[in-house]
Each structure stands twice: as C-alpha cells, then as structure tokens.
C-alpha cells in the first residue's frame, strides 16, 4: 500500500484522465488534450501516476480516436499512430520527471546546505562579484555580534579590514566585534563561479592558550637554565631528546650532540658499563633510580655528580618520558673525604688521650709483676744455691716468674694496640676476654677512685664478629665515663656495673653507673658535645661509629633512681643464636 501523497498522485491523474477524455471528443484534440494530461500528471502526481494515465489515456485513445472507433482493438493501419502517440507521453513523462527530479535534489541540496549553514558554529559568508555579502549563516551574530540583517550587502571589510578576496584570503586574520572587542579568526576561502564562499573560525581561545603555553615554557626555559642543576629528559625508548642550557655548557657538547649520545663519552671508562646497565635495567622495569658516578667536563676534568630519574606514566600506566636532573656533588665528596681523615685523625687523638690517661696506671701495673719476678728470681737463686739445693722451691719461683712475665706481656699487648694505627680485622671475638682486659687496664684507676666494678659477663655468651681493638676502645671509653660519673659521689658508694646477655641473633652490653645522670640523653653522642671542663666531645661520637660500623647500634638513657645506663649491641656470628 503505497503512501499518501502516492494515492493522491494516483487519484489526480484519474482525475485528469475522466477531464480530458470529454473535452478532447468534444473539441476534437486528442493528441493534445490526451499529452497534456499525462505531463500534468507526472509533473504534480509524480513518475508512477503519470505511467497509470499513459496506460488509460492509450486505451482511451484506442477507443475514441483510433478506427475503427469504440473498439478496444488496434488496427494494423492504425499500430505506428497509437505507438507514436504512446511513446510521445512517455517522453514527455520521462522529460518531465527527470526535470522535477532534478529541482527537488537541488531543493533538497539548497536545504541542507541552509541547514548546515544555520547550524555551523564558524561563521559562513557568500561574496558575489561586486564584493558585497549575499549570504550569512547566524554564526556571524554570534562571533561579531552583528545580525544577519547588518552584515547583508556590506562589503567583507565591514567585519574584516584586512580581508582581500582578490587573494583568496586563507590564514589567521584580526578583528574586531560591534561591542569593540579584538578576537582572532582562521579564515578560508572557495570560489564557485563569480561567487566567493568565505569560512571565518573563531581561534580567540586557542590563540590565547598558545600565548599562554608559549610564555609557560619560555617561563619553564628559564627555569630550568636558573636553577643550579643540569635538567634532561628522555623519550620512552631510552633517547634523550631535551637538555638544559647547563649541561650544554658544562659538556661542552650542543643539545643536537648530547641528543645523538654525546653524553655516553663523558661517563668515566671505569663506571661506564656499570652505569649503562643500571640505565637499562631501570628503563627496562620503567622504575626511576639515583646513582653517583663521575662525568668529564668540557676541560676534561671529571666531577661526581648525583642523577636522580623518575619516569612518567599515562592514566593507565604506560611509559611516556623520562625526566633526570644532574646535581654537581664534586665539592660535597670532597668534603666527606675530608671529614672522614679528619674522623679518622680524632679518633685517633682519642686514642692517644685515653692511652696518656692510662700511662700511669699501666705503669704501676707493669711494675707490680716486674717487682715480683724479680722477688722471684732472687728466691729461686737462693733456693738453688743453697745446700742442699731445694729444687721443689727453686720450680716453684721459676713457675711465678713465668706467671709474672706474662701478666706483664699481656699489660703491654693491651697498651701496645690503644697506639697501633692499623686496619681494622674482623674476627671473631669474646665479650667476656675483652671486658677483662679492660678491667686489668682499669684496676688501679678503681682502686685509687674508691669504685667498684661488677662483671655480671657470662663465660657462654656467642662470640661477635669485630676488630679487637676497636670493640676494646668502645668499652674503654664507655667504663671510663662510668668512673669519671661516679667520681663525684660522696653520699652514696660508687658503682659500676658491666652487664651482656645475648638474644634474637645478637650480643647486648650495658654499662651503669650510679652518678648524677644525664642531662641531655638525646645529645650525648653529638660531635664536640660534653658536660666535662676537659673533655674533647669526641669519644662516645667515636664509639656511636665504630658499632654502627660494625652492624650495632648504640643508646643511653638515665637509670632509676639515679645514674645512666649506656648500651650496645653487636651482632653474633652464630645468627641462630636466641
């Protein structure tokens, strides 16, 4: 079932067809009559009842006009004026429809086109030949602020002063609004015939946000040449595609250089292959990093230098670029190097201090077991020389020189390393071996302050890994600022206590007093500081070095109710220890 306007189309071309029968019998035109009915039906019904009245109009014709006359049949006389006339409508007909056709496509063209235009948000202009405006779409009042009815047959230089049309104008142009305001168009330019099609953009915004990008990166530009850091960064494939004004100057190389892998020849030959495969393996598990390795100048000279580099990643993780700065830390290695000799030359002092301190009472130790073998020897002389010669006697004496001599010996072993510059060697150790020789070394300090001192050292505990010498220094100075702390009690004894246990893989010492205490808990182990009015400030910042030097850690707090406590801990070489 067709549509509507098809069954109005049909019924008018019946119509036309029951009119112009009658009148075309009436007034003997037929041909004319019975034509003129099949255009009008094609031209207002359309193709498909334009081919019904040919069909009724032919047999209408057939039957009025053609002899014999009120017969349906056609006869043979008569075949070519009934197939000439037939074919007449059908060529009208066709002509007809495919002229309508054509009017509609371009009414459906000019529709669309009008559509189009009054929907654009660029503002659309149709310029005839003698440059005055044909056509505006409603874009134009909203980019100028003119209505259409204002721009109409102006010229294009009522919205545009620099706009020529003999040079196809294409590109940015300026101008301004009817409320005076400046903006900023793209213009476009097409010709059809002596007409002129100009499409207007408004590219204010976009213009301002370039004005805007371009003065943050030249603002990022000057940055990044001000601040006293070499800037780079790297594409997501490894290259570098920006270096900072700095590292151009300090490489001596041109960005383009630096870019191509000039940076490759000023890592150090030694570190050159260690740092290229950390940069690999980073880039590879897209992880930032920080490495200090040494670069060569533009003199040739090379200076350490602190790269840090981190990557950045999309919304959904992928790797975009790599951004790296260069920090010169030359000057701040030297400085440690500096300051470690000059560590190394304190500790050092504080070694020959507590050594000088000690002078006096090694020396009345060392006298002690002298003075007895020399007893000795005269004994067994006498023993020997007597008659008979008492021989279990003589043995006896010579057993307690032997005796004496290596109490001696071990007295000068003990003073001989506090003296010994040397490296440190890491052995295993006993805790309880070294406490007693440093209790031998403070035996007649003790005597002489009125102190005692409580080893509370277990024979069993695990031995630690450490450099002998360096454990004794800590637990010298640790026993020595015990003493000194006491020295000054004089309603209370004065007691010290060296007490170790072991557990969870390490060896734990502390070392109490009962003194005054610690003003500042917290400070006690800073350079330079001390409560003494003769004191260097050094030792216990020593001592804090060399057990975090060995894996430990060092502490002090106050004791209850009075005194302080100071401990370590080392680790043991049996870590199943618990």
Not at 310 to 318: A, H, M, N, T, V
Not at 475 to 499: E, F, G
Request: net charge negative.
């Amino acid at each position: 079932m067709g549509t509507l306007a098809e069954l109005k189309g049909y019924a008018l071309a019946l119509g036309l067809c029951v009119v112009a029968v009658p009148i075309a019998i009436h007034y003997d035109i037929p041909s004319s009559c019975f034509l003129l009915a099949a255009m009008l039906s094609c031209l207002f019904g359309g193709r498909k009842p334009s081919i019904l009245a040919v069909i009724v109009l032919a047999i209408a014709f057939s039957f009025f006009v053609l002899p014999p006359k009120h017969y349906l049949g056609i006869a043979p006389e008569s075949l070519v004026r009934f197939i000439a006339f037939v074919g007449a409508m059908l060529l009208a007909t066709e002509l007809i429809h495919a002229k309508r056709r054509s009017d509609l496509a371009r009414l459906e063209r000019e529709k669309e086109f009008r559509m189009m235009a009054e929907t654009c948000p660029d503002c659309i202009l149709i310029i005839d030949a003698s440059q005055t405006i044909q056509f505006a779409n409603p874009a134009t009042a909203a980019i100028f602020g003119y209505s259409v009815e204002e721009v109409l047959s102006k010229s294009p230089s009522f919205l545009i002063e620099d706009l020529d049309l003999a040079q196809e104008p294409v590109g940015e142009f300026t101008a301004r609004t009817k409320q005076g305001g400046v903006i900023d168009l793209d213009a476009t330019c097409g010709r059809f015939g002596d007409k002129t099609t100009v499409f207007l953009r408004n590219i204010t915004d976009r213009k301002h946000a370039e004005r805007e990008l371009a003065h943050s990166e030249e603002t990022l530009r000057l940055t990044l040449d001000t601040i006293p850091v070499m800037a780079y960064t790297r594409s997501a494939d490894g290259n570098v595609d920006y270096a900072d004004r700095h590292a151009s100057e300090y490489f001596g190389n041109t960005r383009q250089e630096l870019r191509a892998g000039a940076w490759i020849e000023s890592l150090h030959p030694e570190e050159r292959d260690f740092i290229l495969r950390r940069i690999h393996e980073s880039s590879a598990a897209e992880q930032g990093y920080v490495m200090e390795y040494r670069r060569k100048g533009f003199d040739g000279v090379y200076r350490w230098f602190q790269t840090r580099v981190e990557p950045l990643k999309d919304s959904e993780g992928r790797l975009i670029r790599w951004y790296g700065i260069l920090i010169d830390i030359d000057d701040r290695r030297r400085m440690e190097d500096m300051l470690r000799q000059t560590e190394a030359k304190l500790s050092r002092a504080a070694q020959m201090a507590t050594a000088a301190e000690l002078s006096a009472s090694i020396v009345h130790e060392i006298s002690q077991p002298i003075a007895a073998m020399v007893t000795n020897g005269q004994a067994c002389v006498r023993w020997l020389n007597a008659s008979p010669p008492n021989l279990a006697n003589g043995v006896m004496a010579a057993e307690r020189i032997v005796r004496d001599g290596k109490d001696a010996r071990e007295i000068i072993k003990g003073l001989r390393t506090l003296f010994k510059r040397s490296a440190p060697q890491k052995i295993a150790l006993s805790l309880r071996e070294i406490a007693d020789e440093v209790v031998l070394l403070k035996r007649s300090q003790l005597q002489r302050e009125g102190a005692s001192l409580d080893m509370l050292i277990p024979s069993e505990l695990p031995t630690i890994l450490g450099d002998r010498t360096q454990i004794q220094q800590v637990l010298l100075n640790l026993v020595s600022n015990a003493l000194d702390a006491v020295r000054a009690n004089a309603d209370r004894p004065k007691a010290l206590t060296v007490r170790s246990t072991a557990s969870n893989g390490s060896v734990m010492v502390e070392v109490t007093d009962n003194g005054e205490g610690l003003a500042d808990a917290d400070r006690v182990f800073e350079t330079f500081y001390t409560t003494k009015g003769d004191g260097m400030g050094m030792g216990l910042s020593i001592s804090k070095s060399i057990i975090e030097a060995h894996g430990g850690r060092l502490w002090a707090l106050n004791a209850k109710p009075c005194g302080a406590i100071f401990s370590f801990s080392l680790p043991c070489t049996d870590a199943s220890v618990n």
